[in-house]
């Protein structure tokens, strides 16, 4: 069955510092990837996702993602973290089924930053 | 372009209490979606929609029932709540552009059963 692992449940950073938060998927056909951010009371944004191509990945607030296939993961990487990305962070995988398509979701990362 | 909507954004029920929260989107998505999130757990797929008049169970669909009446809408219905389906509720919708959809979520229903 297909699945997403989010190894981290709770990351803490200090404001500044290099972010990478950890996701790893199983899925036997060509994955469709996502990273989505959720603030506290919000819904999910989609931060990035990959489809196919360049397997390093740019998305929006700075956030980048790279595809490793032989690894079987898509981590999130933040070069220097801001207070404001203090917020939970989800893994997905996009699988097909039935003619459509479906997320699983990975149980997410929180993500303190420390000023 | 308000993107995707929730209807309620809070409520609280008492067991076997009946309720339809409502979802809608105004950017003609073809593909419509129940998730709920529980707190450890992720979210969780419920029911969907491939287009008006067609649904399909989830992960998750026991004690739930949908409608998609009109492409817009996506309405997800508990006839009897019962404490386990206290939760937060996201809608969310997608379009199909050669196999590559992306999803975009609702700001979430928070329901308590009581």
């Known amino acids: 069955a297909q699945s997403v692992t989010q190894p981290d449940i709770h990351i803490t950073v200090s404001e500044g510092a290099s972010l990478e938060l950890r996701c790893n998927y199983s899925y036997g056909a060509t994955p469709y990837l996502f990273w989505y951010v959720q603030s506290p009371g919000q819904g999910l944004q989609l931060l990035l996702k990959?489809?196919?191509?360049?397997?390093l990945v740019q998305g929006i607030k700075g956030f980048e993602a790279e595809f490793k296939r032989s690894q079987s993961s898509f981590n999130l990487r933040k070069p220097s973290v801001h207070w404001s990305d203090a917020a939970e962070y989800f893994c997905a995988v996009g699988v097909f089924q039935g003619g459509s398509e479906k997320l699983v979701f990975g149980k997410g990362t929180k993500l303190t930053v420390n000023p | 372009n308000a993107g995707v909507t929730q209807t309620p954004k809070f409520r609280v029920l008492k067991t076997g209490q009946s309720m339809t929260l409502l979802c809608a989107q105004d950017?003609?998505?073809?593909?419509m979606y129940w998730y709920r999130q529980d707190p450890g757990m992720g979210l969780r797929l419920i029911h969907y929609s491939v287009g008006e008049g067609t649904t399909a169970k989830g992960e998750v669909p026991d004690g739930y029932n949908v409608s998609r009446l009109k492409k817009q809408n996506f309405l997800l219905g508990l006839e009897s709540a019962a404490p386990s389906q206290t939760s937060v509720y996201f809608c969310?919708?997608?379009?199909?552009?050669?196999?590559?959809?992306?999803?975009?979520f609702g700001p979430g229903t928070r329901l308590l059963v009581l």
């Open positions: 990959y489809f196919s191509g360049d397997t």
């Open positions: 950017m003609n998505h073809e593909y």
């Open positions: 969310a919708s997608s379009y199909d552009d050669s196999d590559q959809e992306t999803q975009y």
